[in-house]
C-alpha cells in the first residue's frame, strides 16, 4: 500500500443512525438535545486527555509515531526469520489479546497449517494465554525446539501465569538444547525498569523489548506486545501505525459531531445511564474480526467496569461487553437481541470489500427455495444478511451502529484499534471513573499468590483459610 494520501479513502466511518430516537423512537433513542446537554462534560473530557497527552501521562496516545521501534523490529524479525519457523507468546489478557486478534485479522485463517514457503518465510504464532496444563502440554508436543522462538510478554514482570509458562519452557528448552543456545530463543517484553521479568533480562541477557511505562496491558497492542509478535507473521506493521496516525488526527477533534470516538462514547454512555442499555454486543461480519471484537471485549471491560468514582464515591458502573460474530450468531445470538430486554446496543463492524469473491452456482433452478441463490455471490450473501439484521433490529426499536471498513487491512485495524483505545479512555472520562487500573483483578491474583504461599502474602492466605467451609447441602 502506498502513502498517506493514497490511504485516505480507506478510512473506517461510523453510522449511528440507529442509534437515534428518529430511527429508533424517543424511549430507547438518542436525541441531539441530549447529546448537546452533555457538552460541557464533553468538553471537559476532551480537555482532560488533551493535557495529560501533553504531560506526557497518557503515553498510549503517542504510539502511532514510533518510526525507530519499527526499524529495530523489522530488523529483529529478518533474524528470526533465517532461524526459526515457530512464534510462540506467553502472556495473557492485554499481553496476548492484541497479537490473537492482528493474526486473526490479517493473515490467513490456516497461517500456521501453510508451509514456510506459502508463509513467504514468515513465522507461525502460537499465543499460550492460558495455563490449562492441557493445552500447554499439547502445545509443546507440537513444537521443534530448535525452530522456535518464545516471546514471553508481561507489563508487571509477576503475572503468575505468564512465569509459570517462562519456567516451564526454560525447561523445557534446557533439556532439549545445550544451556548456551536457550537464552537466544527468548525474548523477553516487559517494563524496563521493574519486576522479577526485568531482573531475569539484566541476569541472563535476554534480548529484550520495553513496553513503555505508562501503557497498560490492554492499552498495548501498538506496542512491541503486538507489533513484534505481528511483524514475525508477516504483517505490515507501518500501515498498522500510518492507520492509527490516521485515526489520531480524527480523533483529537474536540467537536463530538467530527470525532467517532467521541461520539461512539457519548452514545453508549447516554444509552447505558438514560436508556438502561447496560450490555454492549460488537458484532463483526468477518471472520477475521472476530478477535477485535475479543480484544475490545477486554479493554471495554477492565477499563469500564468500576466500584469506585475518582472522587472516591461507590459508583459500580460498567456496562457489560459481548462479542457475537455475523452471520454465525445470528442463528444464536439474536433471537435474544430482537425481542429479548431492551437492554443492548449492537455494534456491528462491516467491511466493503473481502479480499474474496465467491460465486454461488445457479443450480435446482426449479426449487425456489434454492434457485434464488444462485448468480450470486458470497460476498451478496454476507452483505444481504448483515443489512437485513440491521434493519430488523431497528425495526424492532433496538439501537445499533456500524463500524464501516473498506477492507480489513493493517491500515483500517490500525485505525478500528485506536479509535477503540481513544472512545474507552474518553467514555472513562464521561463516567467519571480511572480507566487505566484494574484493582478488581489484582485483589484475584494476590489470593492466587497466598494459595500458593508467595512470601508476602501471607495475610491473604489467612482471609482463605478462615473463611467459612461450604455447607454440603449446596452440592449435589
Ligand atoms: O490490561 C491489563 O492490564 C491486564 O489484562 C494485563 O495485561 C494482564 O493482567 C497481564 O498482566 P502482565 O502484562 O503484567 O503480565
Not at 496444563?133 to 499439547?138: I, S, T, V
Not at 492509527?244 to 483529537?252: F, P, R, S
Given at each position: ?21 428518529e ?35 497518557l ?75 492441557d ?8 513444537l ?101 496516525e ?8 474536540s ?25 454492549s ?6 471472520d ?108 424492532n ?25 481513544v ?6 472520562g464521561?463516567?467519571?471513573i ?43
Amino acid at each position: 500500500m502506498g502513502g498517506k494520501e493514497s490511504t485516505k479513502n480507506q478510512r473506517i466511518t461510523f453510522d449511528f443512525n440507529n442509534m437515534m430516537a428518529e430511527a429508533i423512537g424517543e424511549e430507547h433513542g438518542i436525541t441531539e438535545s441530549m447529546i448537546e446537554d452533555l457538552s460541557e462534560e464533553i468538553s471537559r473530557v476532551d480537555q482532560e486527555l488533551k493535557q495529560k497527552r501533553e504531560e506526557g501521562k497518557l503515553p498510549f496516545f503517542d504510539l502511532p509515531y514510533q518510526d525507530e521501534l519499527l526499524k529495530e523490529i523489522h530488523d529483529f524479525v529478518t533474524q528470526l526469520k533465517s532461524r526459526f519457523d515457530n512464534f510462540v507468546v506467553l502472556g495473557i489478557g492485554g499481553s496476548a489479546l492484541g497479537a490473537i486478534a492482528l493474526k486473526r485479522a490479517l493473515t490467513s485463517p490456516f497461517h500456521n497449517l501453510l508451509s514456510k514457503q506459502e508463509r513467504e518465510g514468515n513465522l507461525r504464532l502460537f499465543v499460550a494465554d492460558n495455563i490449562d496444563p492441557d493445552g500447554f502440554k499439547a502445545l509443546l508436543r507440537l513444537l521443534n525446539p530448535k525452530e522456535t522462538v518464545c516471546n514471553v510478554i508481561s507489563k508487571s514482570g509477576e503475572t503468575a501465569e505468564t512465569m509459570s509458562q517462562f519456567l516451564i519452557m526454560k525447561e523445557w528448552f534446557e533439556e532439549k538444547l545445550n544451556r548456551e543456545e536457550v537464552k537466544h530463543h527468548f525474548i523477553i517484553t516487559t517494563d524496563k525498569q521493574t519486576g522479577n521479568l526485568r531482573k531475569i533480562v539484566n541476569q541472563e541477557g535476554y534480548r529484550d523489548f520495553i513496553i513503555p511505562s505508562g501503557v497498560g496491558g490492554r492499552f498495548s497492542v501498538l506496542t512491541p506486545v503486538g507489533l513484534l509478535p505481528a511483524a514475525a507473521i508477516g504483517i505490515d506493521i507501518t500501515q498498522l501505525l500510518a492507520g492509527a496516525e490516521l485515526m489520531d488526527e480524527v480523533c483529537q477533534k474536540s467537536n463530538v459531531w467530527e470525532n467517532p470516538a467521541y461520539m461512539n462514547g457519548v452514545l453508549h454512555y447516554l444509552s447505558d445511564l438514560k436508556k438502561g442499555k447496560r450490555i454492549s454486543v460488537m458484532m463483526p461480519y468477518a471472520d477475521g474480526l472476530k478477535d477485535v471484537a475479543d480484544w475490545y471485549r477486554q479493554l471495554w471491560a477492565e477499563s469500564l467496569g468500576k466500584k469506585y468514582s475518582l472522587t472516591g464515591e461507590v459508583v459500580r458502573i460498567g456496562p457489560t461487553p459481548l462479542k457475537a460474530l455475523g452471520v454465525t450468531d445470528q442463528h444464536s445470538q439474536l433471537q435474544l437481541y430482537v425481542e429479548g430486554p431492551y437492554d443492548k446496543v449492537i455494534t456491528f463492524l462491516v467491511v466493503e470489500k473481502y479480499q474474496e469473491k465467491i460465486n454461488i452456482p445457479k443450480l435446482y433452478p426449479e426449487m425456489d427455495g434454492v434457485g434464488y441463490l444462485g448468480g450470486h455471490t458470497l460476498n451478496e450473501l454476507i452483505s444481504a444478511e448483515q443489512m437485513a439484521t440491521e434493519l430488523t433490529l431497528t425495526k424492532n426499536k433496538r439501537p445499533n451502529c456500524k463500524i464501516t471498513l473498506n477492507n480489513i487491512s493493517p491500515f483500517t485495524v490500525g485505525q478500528l484499534l485506536y479509535m477503540f483505545e481513544v472512545q474507552t479512555a474518553f467514555t472513562g472520562g464521561l463516567y467519571r471513573i480511572n480507566p487505566f487500573d484494574q484493582p478488581g483483578v489484582e485483589e484475584g491474583k494476590q489470593y492466587a499468590c497466598g494459595i500458593l504461599g508467595r512470601k508476602g502474602y501471607e495475610k491473604k492466605r489467612k482471609e482463605i483459610e478462615e473463611m467459612p467451609s461450604k455447607n454440603p447441602k449446596y452440592v449435589i
